[in-house]
């Protein structure tokens, strides 16, 4: 959608002159239209493009799978024969030289066409709207939900995945301190994910020799299951018990996507040394008693093709030994150093003593998170953890958004995309 | 496995760099920063998943980290490091450790090339007795051939509803995604108006599920019923990427045009039972940092509209034709009926499947399918492969990565 849009001292009336045409000019070599729109606003668009978008009933796909238009039948080129605009009907009609369908006539909506315009601003605008933002944690706190405000209900179940969508993390307390509530809780929002740990599972000091996870050890930063080519999305912790006896093990949080923008900013050598050297992250077991292979090699931040940050990778658990070319070793430490020493940073992080109740479900494609080493002394800490995709989770956002009649813009989620 | 043996150990005139030479000729070349933060001393060295015994980002490492003195043997070398944040500490690796994880170039191009896919023949289609999966030996076997040729066909599988998901939850974790974890693939005129799958018609060659970041791995489609009195139906396969190396090599320009500009693909639909919005932007063919194809994104029934800059709609479009025809090329195409009791198991994640239209003359074509995660079945394959002392190498799978 075009910034003017959302203006807001536009009428609604000078709204819909975004979708009402001054003029239509055809390019001298007949392969693009340039649009004028009554807003002042200027589309171009190609014929390729126009001809496999048609939306007339032969063409326009309405069952998902459809695949009604074989492109590599068309010839190299196919100029536009003729354009017009059908007033009415709000649509333009194209017909082409080469066309492959008898008696064919490309029909595109005009509301459609602007809403699908790809100048640079309105890329630009697509990529801005859903950019993260970001809090400072120093300042901020994690401000919790509470549970009473928003169970059994759409609207409540949309604030909460509103916070993890936007801000990465919601934080509810007063929660049942009942197993079986993170799996109906959870599962009320998507499919869990069904790893090798099993559906769920719990997470206390055992003195495990198999993951430093059962343990009473400081865990740093870090996104689970980095050894996964992508890493299991939402994640949500249930405190069963923390007992008063404990000392330590406040848990850890901080924003990854907001440190590589840092490094990008304060060190834009060292944030292009990440995107393009990867590192080896490995889990290799064969003794524990779910014996395991996972290897894979991908860059601990990475860039889609508008240089936008779409994910990161961030587990010095699970790294693995750097192979890579020999001149490139020195500035992958040095850099990765850089990184961590900022998502590292104190005002970056928020700290969070859990208590039985409460609940933090974050999108593990974008927080990281930690657990300070503790001291039982006699007592318990212990909780349980499942995780969601992330894009399932951004799904029922996006749903639950549409039943309640509120706009929703689906943020970045670090699933790779930029949308 | 052999044994390396060091002849010779010098460090660099900046002290930053060690040279070994090895008995059998080879030369190794490592920095001192990735000396100490893989040092493979017992302080050092993970034993527990999750540990990280060194803290690279210590404000008392140096930024440049020098060798202060290397000695070595035939089969280990010791090093110290100037200012080390443990005091008298002393890097450690043994011989063999430090030759398999040598980085010149030589070695890390035998890691890719050792696990490249072959393509095989499509005029062969490979066959595996369910019965063999009952022994590990057997399973392994199985396995390695899906990762091999890119698929199987499992025969004489019990006919029994939901053998598909009895059989995949022995292997590998199902993957519950959109449509559940037990699918029928049959004509049904409702359920055809929500997923052309449900109808008579054939489908063109696609990867399911290419809106998720990440598609399930494995697909299985077990034939529940499949009578003899229907016409057509065929299943068929290509193995993308090898179409994507002749198109490589056929048309380089536009190869690259595909790995830039990404494509869009979405499933919004408000309206039906299980409502979802699900949109993502990647480009059609993904590489990794040494420029090897390690995944892709096709499914021209899922595409969404393209928005990318203006001057790169039309290469766009031109390089997409060029690999759609390449793609229907019918030497690369498997194609095989199923029977009743054949399941086919093929790497989502590698094949482009399709389907021949069909007419049923009054009989019925049932399948029923369910997904398998393809990093946990490597993972089961490399771990059955080291127990029954095989030496495997673990196979490129097409989920991202050459390794």
Known sequence: MDAESTDVGRGCSEAKNMFKISNIETSFARNFIEIKWKDDHSSRYHNHWMRFN????????????????????????????????????????????????????????????????????????????????????????????????????????????????????????????????????????????????????????????????????????????????????????????????????????????????????????????????????????????????YETRKTVIEVDCDDQVVAVHFNTGLDSTVRVREDLIENYYRAHKKLWKIITRPELRFTHRMRPGDLLVFNNRRVAHGREAFVPNGGIRLLQSTYVNVEDVRSKYMVLGHQLGTEVTPTKIGNRSCI | MADYEIRDVQASSHKNIIQVYWEDGHV?????????????????????????????????????????????????????????????????????????????????????????????????????????????????????????????????????????????????????????????????????????ASSTIGLPFHTDQCHYERGPGIQMLHAIQFDECVEGGESQLVDMFRVMEIFRKESPADFRVLTRVPIFFSTIDFKRKSPAYIKIRKPVIQLDYDDEVVAFNWNPGTENVVQVHEDDVEPFYRAYRKLSQILVRPELMFQYRLREGDMLFFNNRRMVHARAAYKSNGGTRRLQGTYIDIEELKSKYVVLGHKLGHNVIPPKIGNGCSI
């Not at chain 1, 994910?193 to 343990?215: A, E, H, P």
């Open chain 1, 54 to 293: 048609c939306h007339c009933p032969k063409c326009f796909r309405v069952i998902v799978g459809q695949q009604r238009i074989n492109c590599s039948l068309f010839p190299d080129e196919f100029p536009i024969l003729h354009v017009h605009e059908d007033e009415e009907k709000a649509e333009i009609h194209l017909n082409y030289k080469g066309e492959v369908f008898t008696d064919h006539e490309t029909i595109l909506p005009l509301e459609w066409l602007r809403n699908h315009c790809y100048c640079d601003r309105c890329l630009s605008n697509m990529i801005e709207e859903r950019q993260m933002k970001f809090a400072l944690p120093s300042k901020d706190g994690l401000r919790p939900l509470h549970y009473d405000s928003i169970k059994d209900s759409k609207e409540g179940l949309f604030r909460v995945l509103q916070r993890v969508m936007e801000d990465g993390i919601c934080y509810v307390k007063g929660v049942p301190v009942k197993e079986q509530f993170l799996l109906d809780f959870a599962e009320s929002i998507g499919p869990l994910v069904d790893s090798t740990y099993g559906k769920y599972f719990k997470i206390q000091d055992l003195g495990s020799t198999d993951s430093i996870t059962d343990t009473r050890e400081f865990l740093t930063f870090h996104t689970d299951q980095a050894h996964y080519e992508s890493e299991l999305g939402v994640q949500f912790f249930h405190c069963l018990r923390f007992d008063e006896e404990v000392e330590g093990g406040e848990s850890i949080i901080a924003d990854m996507f907001q440190a590589a923008e840092i490094l990008r900013k304060e060190s834009p050598n060292d944030f292009r040394v990440l995107t393009k050297v990867p590192c080896t992250f490995a889990t290799i077991d064969y003794n524990r008693k779910n014996p395991a292979y």
């Open chain 2, 28 to 196: 190794s070349r490592f920095h001192s920063c990735w000396l100490r933060f893989n040092c493979r001393c017992q302080i050092c060295k993970k034993i527990t998943v999750g540990q990280h015994n060194i803290d690279k980002s210590d404000p008392n490492f140096s930024d440049q980290l020098t060798i202060e003195n290397a000695e070595f043997t035939k089969s280990d070398v010791k090093l110290t490091i100037v200012r080390d944040v443990i005091k008298d500490h002393v890097t450690y690796f043994d011989a063999n450790w430090l030759r398999e994880y040598c980085y010149c170039d030589q070695c890390l191009r035998k890691i890719i090339t050792d696990r490249q896919m072959k393509f095989a023949d499509p005029r062969k289609i490979p066959k595996v007795d369910c019965n063999e999966l009952k022994s590990d030996e057997g399973t392994f076997r199985m396995i390695q051939k899906v990762f091999d040729v890119g698929f199987v066909i499992l025969t004489g599988v019990s006919q029994k509803e939901g053998s598909v998901v009895e059989i995949g939850e022995r292997l590998a974790p199902i993957v519950d995604q959109t449509y559940g974890k037990l699918f029928n693939v049959i004509d049904d005129p409702k359920a055809s108006k929500e997923n052309v």
